[in-house]
DNA sequence: GGCCTCCATGAGAGCGCTCCCACCCCTGAT
DNA sequence: ATCAGGGGTGGGAGCGCTCTCATGGAGGCC
């Protein structure tokens, strides 16, 4: 490994030139510049990275946290590989690296029975590793812990869970105004027994789908019956078992939002299941537009979320309270309904 | 943050003695050694990891290199996120983290028209973040960068695709058993003209998966015809494509085993559009059990590859040869066959 | 021409840890 | 009593970088 001392004894200067060319290049004088530049470029110099965030307090890196939800151990985050090309491809344009943290689960494997998250492990690797933020996907099971960790202070972008703190904010999809437009859509077919499959208690994401269903129908004109509001956990399971229970009902709805796809597609094996043909005898939305929904038959309308956006929106909130200062405000992220076979009424 | 030097002044010990607890305990006498946990862990005191790395030259971080095929824009890996899940549990209980490398794409958006991936590059920052090591999912195309780092001697394993080096291994499916598998399964439903469609030129599992189809072939005592082998690219067009030139025959094959499962959900399609049924006219298997492969109509057979246990697998190699010193032989995984209604005969 | 300012650079003290080497003291052998 | 041996500990020199502070020289101004 060639070092700035050895760059700085070939090109006649002090090792502080050799930082200074690498950190704020104006301040050196052009030759000089020049020719530390050329001979870093023979040498295929470049600083070590561990040095310099030993020195300066701060790596290059932003910790990412990523656990699985306790509660339900089969969850998978629905696009999270299309997140994390838009986070690394944002984050590495400007010289960063994404950290995978080890989390509470992996711990848990460990010392069994121990500890849900624990926002001060947070605090202490980002420490550590004199992390430069943290990115905190929001896994069902540890949205306590990242406000905790939003509070001290450190810089960190929540996707999907809302946090507060000197530099902490959110990035989440416009939830309630995709919804809202999925159940106008389906009014506008002619709908007007609409129900909806909701997602988790406690779950923001799902409360703002719950929130735009109501606003949907609102716009429509429609009346809001509670008892074509299912709770729902956003497994395909549960929207089975709830679409089972609103056909069983003596007036039973002839479209349903569904507040996840997984659900949505939990609906159309319950509709299949009592011998309806969906769309011709209901109509199913579902959210989030997961790989599988273009490929169900019948094809799922439902509403998209901007996948690589989350990514690229987190890295852009990071880096700027890393760079600057304040929180920006949370990012809302558009949706768009996409109409396929399973809302009927399309054009194709 | 709290440092080694207040814990010892707090102990009334040297910085030595405490570095000592911390990475050879059995060097320090039990009284002291108790002491300096007590206080560590009364002030919530762990080793600053930059310092600790730039010290001893490693740190406790595997570099985790995953790019996107240069070649096809949309490539997804079929199951990244229960690899990261097996890679991360694995690691996490040995105490390193996963970093996830910026990438030769990441580098062309930045100077596009620039350099495929750069083995260099990957030589260079596992240097200057003194990485442990490297994991290497292939993409497609960076197969030569892979097999020029492995040659560096830095500890690396690479995931399906072969590398050899004095640290350096691989992990894959079987998957030339697997293919004879799904082959003797289609023979013993009384299939004869069973065609394939295979992988690309140059994907080491796509060779070993025709090769399978040839060894299945042999063993159900069936002729090769080289006119039922035809070349795919893994993505569903190609098995699309591939299908329809099967089908356009005088005498088509009763019987398709495509490389991937997007390539049999292509061939799915393709048979729809001429009017056949599957299992009835065409059976159909494919290869990874992607999550979809569930939710088509038919529902896919194929060969299942250990998704987590390419994780598992990967991170036991890397930290055998860091904690040892010879590369392991590569690793194998086995695969296995799921029956479900694309090739017809199953029992249910 | 003298004085002040400002720009370019060098010297060197950390950052927090690891690890080599030296030291001390306690045993046990001679 | 002397000395070799060894376990336990402290001292301190790095690891490679950044950044503050000091220095020196070039220029601007009256």
Redesign the interface.
């Known amino acids: ?1 060639v070092t700035a001392r050895e760059v700085a004894q070939l090109c006649g200067v002090s090792v502080a030139t050799v930082s200074r060319v690498f950190n704020r290049p104006a301040t050196v004088s052009a030759p000089t510049r020049e020719r530390v530049e050329r001979v870093a470029r023979e040498l ?1 110099f ?6 310099r ?2 020195s300066r307090r701060q ?1 290059a ?1 932003i910790g ?1 946290v990523w656990d ?1 939800d306790h509660r339900r151990p089969g969850w ?2 629905p696009f ?2 299309d997140l ?2 838009g986070l ?2 944002a ?3 400007h010289g ?8 509470s ?3 848990r ?2 010392t069994p029975g121990v500890s849900l998250a624990d926002p ?1 492990a947070y605090v ?1 690797m980002t ?4 992390l430069a933020g943290l990115v905190l996907i929001d896994s069902g099971s540890d949205a306590e812990a990242f406000g905790a960790f939003a509070q001290s202070g450190l810089p960190c972008v929540a996707l999907d869970v809302a946090v507060s703190g000197a530099k902490a904010t959110y990035v989440t999809s416009d939830n309630a105004a995709g919804a809202a437009e999925a159940v106008r859509h389906l009014a506008a077919l002619g709908h007007e027994r609409i129900a909806t499959l909701t997602g988790p208690r406690g779950n923001a994401p799902a409360a703002a789908r719950t929130e735009g269903y109501l606003r949907g129908l609102a716009a429509a004109g429609l009346p809001v019956r509670d008892d074509y509001v299912v709770a729902g956990d956003f497994y395909r399971e549960s929207g089975f078992v709830g679409m089972r229970r609103l056909l069983a009902r003596k007036d039973p709805p002839t479209a349903v939002f569904a507040a996840s796809d997984e659900m949505a ?1 939990g609906a159309l094996l319950a509709a299949r299941a009592a011998g309806l043909r969906v769309p011709a005898d209901l109509a199913v939305v579902g959210f989030d537009d997961i ?2 929904a273009a ?3 019948p094809s799922l309308t439902t509403v998209a979320q901007d996948k690589p956006g989350f990514g690229t929106a987190a890295a852009g909130a990071l880096l700027g309270m890393i760079e600057h200062a304040a929180a920006p405000e949370p990012v809302l992220l558009p949706t768009h309904l996409i109409v396929r076979d399973s809302c009927g009424g399309a054009k194709r």
């Open positions: 490994m295929d470049s600083p070590n990275e561990s040095a965030a030993l790596s890196m990412l699985t998978r985050h999270l590989q994390l090309l690394k491809s984050l590495s344009s960063y690296h994404l950290l995978l943290l080890a989390t689960d992996d711990a494997d460990r001060i202490g420490r550590r590793h004199h597609i790989e599988v490929l169900v038959d």
